[in-house]
């Protein structure tokens, strides 16, 4: 007789629930529920409680890390970038593509045209992504309004390529060079 070894079921942590739940909140919040979450990660309900009081706390974990993985740790990276400051601007812009950091703002945005909590870390994200830009871009060299000005059209067109543009990937890749080189024009 042949024994079967029984494969122990995934030791997950909180992160890996934040992951799941943010990768469904592609289809909407509303579908970010307890049970497809455990089916999607593969284990049962009980282990998301072992995280999770419930999925209210779930949803305002779920914001704190979109924030933080989406927004503090881009800007994070870019502050350590060591090169000239333009360089630096397309670093971020690579970053944010390569890595899909805008890809979670739609399924967010949209939360938060329904929700205050949602809303209110939506603005505060966005202030920071603004408030960064700017500064990349005064440090390029640009006065405090046209810095400003560039960099929130940085930020806009990569939260909405991201999103909005079904162009694969490559596709977006090929423009962005060009899109960093109209930002950084000086007329």
Known sequence: MVRRKMQAAPQLGREDWLQG???LSLKGIDQVKVAPLATKLGVTTGSFYWHFENRKELLAELLKYWEREMTDSAIVAAKQFTGPPADRILAL??????????RYDLPIWQWAQSDADAKRVFKRALKKRFKFAAWM???????KTEAEARGRMMVIYMM???????DPIAKRKEYLALKHKILMSPE
């Open 21 to 23: 739940a943010i990768e």
């Open 93 to 102: 812009m690579e970053t944010v593509m390569s890595q899909g950091l805008a």
């Open 137 to 143: 871009f005064a440090e390029a060299g640009f006065a």
């Open 160 to 166: 909405g390529e991201s999103t909005l543009i079904p």
